[in-house]
């Protein structure tokens, strides 16, 4: 499975911003879809997880009630609505894939996740 993120870009708090990442390659199996990011210095964190149907999601704390997870399987596409965006948001969000058993799977650990995009840039400016 191939990533590629966008919809980065450079926001001022409490602004919006919407990304997306589209998967291409072997999509036939349960895949749940994940997004994760890494400031500047700092590990690779977890922000938001969603299986592969779509129906279970799963929210880092810094990001519960702001960010919003989504997928259409029929594009092979994640999404994540990010409001109320703040300084610490800032960093490079990257798009993951990991195999699962079922469709409500929803993985949050980083080394489930075997596929990775490249990343695209959010600064939030104060």
């Known amino acids: 499975v191939q990533l590629q993120a966008c919809g980065g870009g450079l926001v001022q708090a409490g602004g919006s911003l919407s990304l997306s990442c589209a998967a291409s390659g072997r999509t036939d199996n349960y895949y749940g879809l994940g997004w994760f990011r890494q400031a500047a210095g700092k590990e690779r964190e977890f922000v938001a997880a969603i299986s592969w149907s779509g129906d279970d999601t799963y929210y880092a704390d810094s990001a519960k009630g702001r960010f919003t997870i989504s997928r259409d399987n029929a594009k092979n596409a994640v999404y994540l609505q990010m409001n109320s965006l703040k300084p610490e948001d800032t960093g490079v969000y990257l798009c993951?894939?990991?195999?699962?058993?079922?469709?409500?799977?929803?993985?949050?650990?980083?080394?489930?996740?075997?596929?990775w995009g490249q990343g695209t840039q959010v600064t939030v400016s104060s």
């Open positions: 993951a894939a990991a195999h699962t058993y079922t469709v409500h799977d929803v993985q949050v650990a980083r080394r489930k996740y075997g596929y």
